[in-house]
């Protein structure tokens, strides 16, 4: 959420701390507000060492400084409220309560300028309040408009409950998008499938709500005669802030519960291709990490990948946390799913592909993390058979970037895995590997 919102909302917070502070007695302003400000810095201060311990921001990607200003500025005005409730007027207990909400909501949409977690605020309403996913259909009305061959003019998305048989991982509802070339036959057509995988903090409907992948699919299908793949919005975290990184570990059997749940339900449940040539992964940011690591461990599942501003290999702080995080000190377990030492051992590939998404924005003075992890993947797999490249557009970090990115490779990623009526065409003119 861009415009006047953010500056209107920061406006009127940093004039109800003014009006909280108010013209209150000497001793107060002496003792108190020092105090009230030493909170302020102290919540900076914690949740700063929060997202750098959780390798939540780096040096390509670092926080905007009026993030943690709204931060100080919310444990200041929780401060005023606290220690200047005695003794004030009812006016100034108001105000002093309204700077709270005011800052935090402040801190939220500079987080949100930050990540562009929710592009618009209906984005951000139908997230918080649960609301259906865009083209949303019930399953039950699904199961009559395909029985009847009634092909609708844009797709339809079912939510899904996968059984947890293979990997016991406990996840949320999952979803899936039917194009409406789906609908035209009873049994459907054995259409090509994607599994799309959201970023570090993530709900399965991200890729639908932030990333705006339905209008992006619905338009695409649209232009190929309602022909597009079958996608399935799946649930790589089990919870909103489990950072799995789509391994087996502590954390959960995130990766198991990927290709032995959620593969398999999509080609027993949709008729959708079983050739690993007829499948496809493409991710975000931890997502995309996600899907170079699916593809290069599962070339017997996947034939293609989208990397959109993923890292190297699977990241939770340093190589020595990320070990005792992700596999419980096991460093065997993390070179088993660190895709470079994969690539190594498999030798070479047959049929697989990949493509690397990187963002340049203004200003950078050289290649980002995730600019550096896609030269060195995509070097490291045309070594090892793998048809790739490294792609490059302007954005920042964050899921408009991510949108734009994937809309920018799906043509490419349809034809390659054999959707009918997409042609297939080759990498653009850039760092191919």
């Known amino acids: 959420m861009h415009g006047w919102l953010p500056m209107t909302v920061q406006v009127l917070a940093g ?30 201060a914690a949740v700063y060492a929060y997202i750098e311990s959780a390798g ?75 609301g259906p996913v865009p083209d949303q259909t ?51 057509p054995a259409l090509p499938a994607v599994m799309m995988i959201g970023g570090e903090f993530n709900t399965p409907a991200d890729w639908l709500r932030a990333g705006g992948a339905i209008k992006i699919l619905d338009d695409f299908a649209a232009a190929h005669g309602g022909y597009a793949p079958v996608f399935v919005f799946a649930d790589p975290g089990g919870t909103f802030n489990n950072d799995t990184e789509c391994v087996n570990g502590p954390r959960g059997n995130s990766a198991d519960h990927l290709v032995k749940d959620v593969v398999p339900y999509i080609e027993s449940h949709y008729g959708v291709s079983t ?20 593809g290069v461990m599962h070339p017997d599942l996947f034939g293609a990948f989208v990397d959109i501003a993923g890292d190297a290999a699977p990241n939770s702080g340093n190589q020595n946390e990320t070990v005792q995080r992700l596999f419980g000190g096991n460093s065997a377990a993390y070179v088993a799913f660190d895709p470079s030492a994969v690539m190594t051992a498999h030798g070479p590939y047959w049929g697989l592909t990949g493509w690397f998404a990187v963002n340049t924005a203004a200003g950078d003075r050289g290649p980002n993390d995730q600019a550096r992890a896609a030269d060195q993947l995509c070097g490291l797999g045309a070594r090892t058979g793998i048809g790739c490249a490294v792609v490059r557009q302007p954005g920042n970090h964050d899921w408009p970037f991510a949108s734009n990115a994937f809309a920018t490779a799906l043509p490419w990623l349809a034809g390659s895995i054999g959707t009918p009526g997409v042609p297939r065409i080759g990498f653009p003119p850039t760092l191919r590997g």
């Open 15 to 44: 004039l109800a701390v003014v009006l909280a502070v108010g013209r209150r007695a000497g001793r107060w302003r002496r003792v108190w507000l020092p105090w009230s400000a030493l909170i302020g810095a102290c919540l900076a």
């Open 138 to 188: 019930d399953p039950v009305a699904v199961a009559s408009m395909q029985k009847r061959h009634a092909v609708p003019i844009k797709g339809s998305v079912v939510p899904v409950d996968i059984p947890d048989t293979a990997s016991g991982f406990k996840h949320r509802q999952e979803f899936v998008y039917l194009p409406p070339a789906w609908f035209a036959a009873d049994p459907p």
């Open 56 to 130: 939540i921001a780096d040096d390509s990607n670092p926080a905007p400084v009026t993030l943690w200003l709204w931060i100080a500025l919310s444990g200041l005005a929780v401060g005023i409220l606290l220690s200047g409730w005695r003794g004030a007027r009812w006016g100034l207990r108001a105000v002093s309560m309204l700077a709270v909400p005011l800052c935090v909501l402040a801190a939220a949409l500079s987080l949100n300028l930050w990540v562009g977690y929710f592009p618009t605020a209906a984005t951000a309403w139908d997230q918080l309040t649960a």
């Open 275 to 294: 050739r690993p040539a007829g499948w496809g992964v493409v991710g975000w940011s931890m997502g995309g990490t996600c899907a170079v690591d699916l």
